[in-house]
């Protein structure tokens, strides 16, 4: 069964950092594309990034040039490095992984990301 476990949100002030963490497990991580999604209340979820097998990235415009999407398949876990961050990126973030030549995705429960002013 795929678990996914995200830690590391937090309070943080506007300009600061954070770094979130997704460990997988019940999957063989190394061939699934991973990534991060947020959500706000009152709003449809929004892609973030995401890293293929291959460590090709993407990026939201939104977040681009300011977040970076790493993996590291010996740990089986997916980081989010989140940098000069904006009151607008407060949200609930969620970890996703899309099995190799499927586009089902697993969610993981989500992490709490707070930016303050």
């Known amino acids: 069964q795929v678990q996914l476990v995200e830690s590391g949100g937090g309070l943080v002030q506007a300009g600061g950092s954070l770094r979130l963490s997704c460990a997988a497990s019940?999957?063989?991580?190394?061939?699934?594309?991973m990534g991060w999604s947020r959500q706000t209340p009152g709003k449809q979820r929004e892609w973030v990034a995401r890293?293929?097998?291959?460590?090709?990235?993407n990026y939201a415009d939104s977040v681009k040039g300011r977040f970076t999407i790493t993996r590291d398949n010996a740990k089986n876990t997916v980081y989010l490095h989140m940098n000069s961050l904006k009151v607008e990126d407060t949200a609930v973030y969620y970890c996703?992984?899309?099995?190799?030549?499927?586009?089902?995705?697993?969610w993981g429960q989500g992490t709490q990301v707070t930016v303050s002013s």
């Open positions: 996703f992984s899309i099995p190799f030549g499927t586009s089902v995705p697993s």
């Open positions: 019940g999957m063989i991580f190394s061939i699934n594309t």
């Open positions: 890293i293929t097998s291959s460590g090709t990235t």
